[in-house]
């Protein structure tokens, strides 16, 4: 059953949507304090990241900021333009905001080069291990599964969480101060960009998921796209703990030696 979807609420608040969007939301919230908690943010924001973990971060994020556009197209390639609302809307969506992340992974690089990760490490570099759980998941989940899934899993729920942990590095004055004055401005683009207060996009992503399955969509189909969002916020956890194993693996090593 398909009850029609049209938002009358700002686009920014959680009750202007189906009442099963904000359960899902709410059922998966602790699965995204996983990612916004993580002790990454707080390691970063004291400037307190070693550079072995610096450039695993770096590294190891990188495919899936490449990647991103990549992903969206896949999800346009499941639009059909006349077949219903959702699919209108996301079309129309999904081309203009492909163009917006041209130049994201450019200024990925840049954050990278200023934290001392040249361009070349991030191409070529070996990726740490384990640190490709979030790319493939956002792979599997763009190309295989239905629209509404690959919207909420990536732009809803990938860059929703990045967006709350964007702010997090972007409000701290210590992390901005740990870039020379000269490029700061530069090497913080994408984090500026990304950072939540900006970003409307995870909220337009939801919204466009809603018109897609409309208010009363089968428990099936709710919990499916519930265990997608999971899915995203795990694999965005699981990438981030692999960034910080050299990170632990130095700390036994100096234990080990004190002891
Ligand atoms: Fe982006």
């Known amino acids: 059953m398909n009850a029609r979807f049209e938002r009358t609420g700002a686009l920014t608040e959680l009750t202007s949507y189906p009442q099963w969007a904000q359960d899902m939301v709410a059922e998966c919230e602790d699965a995204k304090q996983g990612v916004v908690d993580h002790e990454l943010w707080s390691i970063m924001r004291n400037g307190d990241l070693d550079a072995s973990s610096t450039r695993n971060f770096m590294v190891g994020v990188w495919p899936v900021i490449e990647r991103f556009p990549g992903y969206m197209a896949q999800n346009l390639l499941k639009t059909r333009y006349g077949r219903s609302p959702g699919d209108n809307m996301a079309r129309r969506w999904l081309v203009r905001n492909i163009r917006v992340e041209q130049n994201h992974a450019e200024y990925w690089l840049h954050w990278a080069e200023g934290a001392g990760v040249a361009q070349g490490e991030v191409f070529h570099g070996p990726t740490p291990l384990g640190t490709e759980t979030l790319a493939n998941w956002c792979e599997e989940v763009s190309g295989n599964a239905p629209l509404a899934a690959g919207i909420i899993a990536t732009n809803y729920a990938v860059e929703g969480a990045t967006g709350e942990w964007s702010q997090l590095l972007y409000d701290s004055a210590a992390y901005k101060e740990s870039f020379p004055a000269s490029s700061r401005t530069a090497s913080l683009r994408w984090l500026?960009?990304?950072?939540?207060?900006?970003?409307?996009?995870?909220?337009?992503?939801?919204?466009?998921?809603?018109?897609?399955?409309?208010?009363?969509?089968?428990?099936?189909?709710?919990?499916?796209?519930?265990?997608?969002?999971?899915?995203?916020?795990?694999?965005?956890?699981?990438?981030?703990?692999?960034?910080?194993?050299?990170?632990?693996?130095?700390?036994?090593?100096?234990?080990?030696?004190?002891?």
């Open 192 to 259: 500026q960009l990304h950072a939540a207060y900006d970003d409307t996009h995870p909220w337009e992503a939801l919204e466009i998921v809603c018109t897609l399955m409309g208010t009363a969509p089968s428990s099936a189909d709710v919990a499916y796209l519930g265990e997608c969002v999971r899915r995203s916020y795990v694999s965005m956890q699981i990438t981030l703990d692999r960034c910080l194993d050299a990170r632990r693996a130095l700390w036994a090593m100096s234990e080990e030696a004190a002891a």
